[in-house]
């Protein structure tokens, strides 16, 4: 459950602070070990039970950091801190009755995601369920679940021609994005209005923007086969070329309708306005 202040969730009355570092957010270990177990000092318990378990006090100081959060106080700390993946890994050493509700929820998910690599429908099923419990129309769902299938076809293309890091990722996106909406995804979201940095971009597109955004990855996915791009830069002006097809199209249609194709609407409009026409129905 997330807290008014946005930096802190809360399990069992138990405020967890996190911290957005690195693109992803990050707990604090000490207050994990605070809401599931009884210790009244969790900072000893946790280091016990990274001598006890030699493995996992391995995996802690490789993988979780030091960040800066805000404490109780107001002032700022650097706290030991995983992202989910981290977290995850804790709670399974954690020998705490608290902590059997996360493990049996764990082996449930683990068990869910090998369905879903058998069988790929399972996971567009599991998306499609999430959008309609947040009252997106059917259409729009529709499309956008297409456009997450032309998204992954385009990034395992990616992949295969030797990008790994996040960071190239978003720049060979940010080419597609400029090119075809002229802004790059941070400043579409600064021009939709999206605060959280988590929050996704395409979530929150009109019809025509996720039409036109799924033309741009569609034309660089395949221009990118066809010849055959093995360089990063190559690749970089694909994205390009991709984004301009799809950018010649939003403006020829521009000009034949007379307005712009580029909405500040979010996710909070098309929620508001799917509620405005089911309370007419009512009427």
């Known amino acids: 459950m997330l807290s008014k202040e946005n930096s802190l969730i809360v399990f069992q009355n138990k405020k967890i602070k996190r911290t957005w570092f690195k693109d992803e957010w990050y707990y604090s270990l000490v207050d994990i070990i605070m809401a599931l177990t ?7 318990y946790l280091k016990k039970l990274r001598r006890r378990d030699k493995e996992l006090g391995s995996y802690i100081g490789t ?12 002032k700022k700390r650097t706290i030991l801190a995983g992202n989910n993946k ?16 996360f493990k049996r929820w764990l082996a449930r998910v683990g068990k869910e995601r090998i369905d879903e690599i058998e069988n790929p429908e399972l996971a567009q099923n599991r998306v499609k369920q999430y959008y309609e419990l947040k009252r997106y ?12 299938a032309i998204r992954q076809d385009l990034t395992g293309e990616w992949k295969n021609r030797g990008v790994k890091e996040k960071t190239d990722f978003a720049i060979l996106t ?8 002229g802004k790059t995804i941070k400043e579409y979201k600064e021009f939709k209005s999206l605060e959280k940095p988590n929050q996704n971009l395409r979530d929150h597109m009109t019809d025509w923007e996720l039409i036109l955004t799924m033309l741009g990855e569609k034309a660089t996915n395949d221009i990118t086969i066809t ?8 690749l970089k002006s694909i994205a390009k070329d ?4 799809a950018k010649n199209t ?13 909405s500040k609407k979010n996710y909070i409009y098309i929620s508001k306005n799917k509620k405005k026409l089911e309370n007419r129905k009512d009427k």
Not at 242 to 245: D, M, P, V
Request: hydrophobic share 30%; net charge positive; glycine share 6%.
């Open 38 to 44: 009884e210790s009244i000092n969790p900072t000893d």
């Open 63 to 74: 993988n979780c950091p030091y960040v800066e959060m805000i404490t109780k106080t107001g």
């Open 86 to 101: 981290n977290v995850f890994r804790l709670i399974q050493s954690v020998p705490s009755k608290k902590a059997e509700p």
């Open 137 to 148: 129309p059917k259409d729009w769902i529709d499309k956008r679940l297409r456009g997450i």
């Open 174 to 181: 940010n080419e597609i994005s400029t090119a075809t909406f």
């Open 227 to 234: 010849k055959d791009a093995k360089t990063f830069p190559k």
């Open 242 to 245: 991709g984004g301009n097809i």
């Open 250 to 262: 939003r403006t020829e249609l521009e000009n034949k309708i007379g307005k712009s194709l580029l």
